[in-house]
């Protein structure tokens, strides 16, 4: 009898053990194992830096101090000497047409320039120039002066020009920095292209 209990403890015993060593763990840290990490609202390049887009392209952006998402489309772009009778301080105007889409429930706008965000041009050597320079800043078309936030559900178009030299003029890498201070990059052109290419330059001949 004695053996008998002995030899029954010790399946007992074993037993207990198996258990303890099935264990599934703290919940917690198996949560923390799991969670899904971040990714990249747009694909990286090989370099490890947004990809760079072309003319058409949407890019996903997070809004002014990190509020809402918007879809830039930058879409057109033309290159004019002056606008109306006033001409380019640095010989040629670079004018972009933007379409702005709010894609979340809440409103959404560009970063200003002062909050260190907004547009710049690269031109084909490296050197940025600032959105809104020279006398870039005198250009408004009616149909694409809308600067207000992008309500739910709906969309804008907007117009972004630099004042460039014919040097810089000639293609380059439209950039814009978001809430996230994440830059967006897209290829332009070296001549007028887009669907409201004429128009565009109808408009600022006026």
């Not at 105007?93 to 260190?116: N, Q, R, Y």
Request: net charge negative; charged share 25%.
């Amino acid at each position: 009898m004695r053996v008998r209990a002995t030899a029954a403890t010790a399946a007992l015993l074993l037993a207990a053990l198996t258990a303890c060593g099935s264990d599934d763990g703290d919940p917690d840290e198996k949560s923390a194992t799991k969670a899904p990490t971040a990714k990249s609202r747009q694909p990286e390049g090989e370099d490890g830096i947004t990809k760079t887009l072309k003319l058409g392209e949407p890019a996903q952006t997070i809004g002014d101090g990190g509020t809402g998402v918007l879809q830039i489309t930058p879409d057109t772009i033309v290159y004019v000497k002056k606008n109306g009778t006033e001409p380019a301080e640095n010989g040629v105007f670079a004018v972009v047409t933007v379409k702005d889409k709010a894609m979340t429930g809440t409103a959404a706008d560009e970063v200003p320039p002062i909050s260190g965000g907004g547009w710049k041009w690269m031109a084909p050597d490296g050197e940025t120039i600032d959105q809104g320079g020279g006398e870039s800043y005198n250009i408004v078309v009616d149909r694409y002066n809308n600067e207000d936030p992008v309500q739910p559900g709906t969309y804008q178009w907007r117009l972004r020009a630099f004042d460039l030299t014919p040097a810089q003029a000639k293609g380059g890498t439209l950039i814009y920095v978001d809430g996230e201070e994440a830059a967006h990059r897209w290829t332009m052109p070296a001549a007028d292209t887009g669907p409201h290419a004429a128009e565009l330059k109808k408009q600022l001949a006026e």
